[in-house]
Structures are given as C-alpha cells and as structure tokens.
C-alpha cells in the first residue's frame, strides 16, 4: 500500500522528479568530468617534468611560471638577471640548476636557450632522461639539438640549416647567424619535442647586434668573431632546481620569493 502511494505520488510529481534526476545525473557528470580533468592534468605534468624541485623565474602566477617554463605556453612578464641567476645557484642547498631562455622561434617551434645540465638533468615520465636519436649534442656555438616533433614535421636531419626568427611569429631573422642541426632527439611526448634546443651563448650572439628588438642597420657580426667572444648571459627567463634535500625545498622557496 505505502509503495502504491509512494509510485502514484512520484508519478503525479512527474516533472519535478524528472527535473530533480536530471539535476542529481547533470552534478555527478560534472564531478566526475572536473575530476578527470584533474587527474588528466597531475598525470600530464608528472609525464612532462619530473626530478625538479623548483622553477624560479621573475615574480608571477605560479601557474604562468609553469605555462611559459615547462609547457612553452605564453611568455614572461620579465626575466632573472644573470646575476640573480648566480646568487640563486651559488646557494648551499642546491644541487643543480638549469637556465632557460626563451623569446624566439623557428617555424612556430620553440627555440630555448639553455645548457648542457639540461640533458643531464631533465626527466620526464617518472625519471626518463633525454636521449638522441640521432647525431651529437651541441658542441660549436651554432649547433642545436632538435626535438622530434620538429624533425618530422620540417623535415629534418642532422646538418640541416635553422635560421632563428626574432620573437614569436616574427618576420625579422637572425639569417646573419644560422645554426646547423647536430642532433635530434628521441620523442617523449613532452613540449621537448617541438623545441629547437640551443646554448645559452648563442641567444646572446644572435643578439650581438639587435637593439631594442630590432637589427642594427648595417651591423652584422662576422661569426668567427662572435665565437671569440665573452658571451655571458645577461639574464634567463627561468630555471629548473634540483636541491640537495626536498625538505629544503620549501625554505628555498621563501628565501628566493
């Protein structure tokens, strides 16, 4: 009698049943779908980046900082003078950092400038380290190692020329100062993979004779001078941490914000 009473009512309620079933199946369904964007997301950076303790870069979101530094989404606000860049890495409690400069591109990829440390110390998907699935890495001033989304989609092969473009979508070349291809690395499903990688001295020597983003009129650098010249970086867009101890992480942390 109770169910026949209980079936009856909800049949005269019908509509507001119905809505109230459609508003319970709509709010589970956006639980679980904000739940596997999340989980989507853990599982996509600790695929990306793994190893490093902390990404110092100039005052910004945390999340912008990850964007521009890991993903190569966006750009920063400003750079990490060199200097900072040298007290930061002269401290105690860490045991490798890696620079990382960012501003110009070829062919919509990536160009990141940067150093040896960071094919040692780079990991992805739980502690995999970058390898070369062909060639050498960089050893003279304009050598880049190119990741393999942007070996296949240009075409290229170890000697291929690059020609750096000023910026992002940029129509003004450093065509003065090309660089040659000297190793691709193997795919890893990472942002790696669409960046042409070079060495931190060659972004300064492309930049040897710009001025205020744009080239000097009738200035260009013989390159045989450019790689007898004191190249040090004037400042760096970010840069990978790793410390001696993850219980200092933290501390770190506050001291360099």
């Known amino acids: 009698m109770i169910l026949r009473l209980a079936i009856a009512s909800l049949f005269a309620r019908a509509l507001t049943v119905g809505m109230t079933v459609l508003a319970i199946a709509l709010s589970v369904s956006l639980f679980l779908g904000v739940e596997k964007i999340r989980t989507g997301a853990k599982s996509s950076f600790a695929d990306t980046i793994s190893g490093t303790d902390l990404i110092v870069g100039a005052r910004s979101g945390s999340v912008q900082l990850l964007l521009y530094s890991v993903f190569h989404i966006g750009n920063a606000t400003n750079n990490v003078t060199w200097k900072s860049y040298q007290d930061i890495a002269a401290r105690p409690e860490i045991e490798w950092i890696v620079p990382i400069s960012l501003g110009d591109s070829h062919r919509q990829f990536r160009v990141m400038g940067t ?33 393999a989304d942007v070996a296949v989609t240009l075409g290229y092969k170890v000697d291929a020329p690059i020609i750096v473009a000023h910026g ?53 650098t013989p390159l045989e001078q450019l790689r007898e010249m004191q190249l040090t970086p004037s400042a760096v867009t970010a840069a990978l941490i790793g410390v001696k101890s993850p219980l200092q992480s933290f501390a770190l942390q506050r001291d360099i914000y």
């Open 115 to 147: 150093n040896r440390a960071f094919f040692e110390h780079y990991k992805y998907r739980q502690g995999r380290a970058l390898a070369l699935a062909e060639g050498a890495f960089m050893a003279d001033l304009f050598d880049t190692v190119i990741g």
């Open 168 to 220: 992002l979508a940029s129509f003004s070349t450093h065509k003065d100062q090309p660089f040659r291809v000297s190793g691709v690395l193997e795919k890893t499903g990472t942002p790696v993979d669409r960046t042409v990688i070079v060495s931190m001295e060659a972004i300064e020597a492309i930049h040897v004779d710009w001025k205020g983003g744009a080239q000097v009129m009738g200035q260009s």
